[in-house]
């Protein structure tokens, strides 16, 4: 970056800026920064899968895997990763509702409210309601891959691992945001 300097008027401030934008374009490197933790999301949410300990019936818990990163508190649509192409052929009756895992991921992903103080946070999720009760009872569904999380973690990106909580009461189910 030259900081050019016009004899009369001193220091040349527009071009300095312009010169400054060029070289460093913040935009530019937000983007980049959110592709490379966008396909480290990806990653970590197919190591959670293959390493998983449940057995697929209807896909949809798989379907449900979804990686996001938030830039300021805000989604980045370009950023959203899944396990593969959607799978699951059978819904599932969640709460008076037919669920399916991929719209379950959408839903969930875009109901997000992310703290705007995080530069940029990547979001790893099993979005199926039933994911943190089978976590409960001892299937890995996704919190088993925290060493890898912690690896991006010291790269100094704030990462968050959602399952999806089920509220039982009087025999109704709610679900709710974890």
């Known amino acids: 970056m030259a900081v050019t300097q016009n004899k009369r008027k001193g220091i040349n401030m527009t071009r300095m800026c312009k010169d400054f934008e060029e070289t460093f374009n ?40 979804v990686s996001a990163v938030f830039v300021n508190g805000k989604l980045r649509d370009d950023s959203i990763r899944y396990v593969g192409k959607d799978l699951a052929d059978v819904a599932k009756k969640i709460d008076d509702r037919y669920v399916v895992g991929r719209w379950e991921a959408e839903e969930y992903i875009r109901s997000l409210k992310q703290n705007r103080n995080d530069f940029i946070r990547l979001v790893i999720a099993a979005a199926m309601p039933y994911s943190n009760i089978l976590e409960k009872r001892g299937y890995a569904v996704i919190s088993h891959i925290g060493l890898d999380l912690d690896t991006v973690k010291q790269m100094g990106i704030s990462v968050a691992v959602k399952t999806v909580k089920l509220k039982i009461t009087n025999k109704l ?5 974890a």
Do not use: C, H, Q, W
């Open 173 to 177: 189910i709610k679900r709710e945001k």
């Open 26 to 65: 913040l935009n530019k490197i937000t983007d980049e920064l959110v592709k490379a933790l966008a396909d480290i999301g990806k990653e970590l949410i197919l190591r959670a899968y293959r390493t998983r300990g449940f057995f697929n019936r209807t896909y949809n818990l798989r379907d449900s895997y």
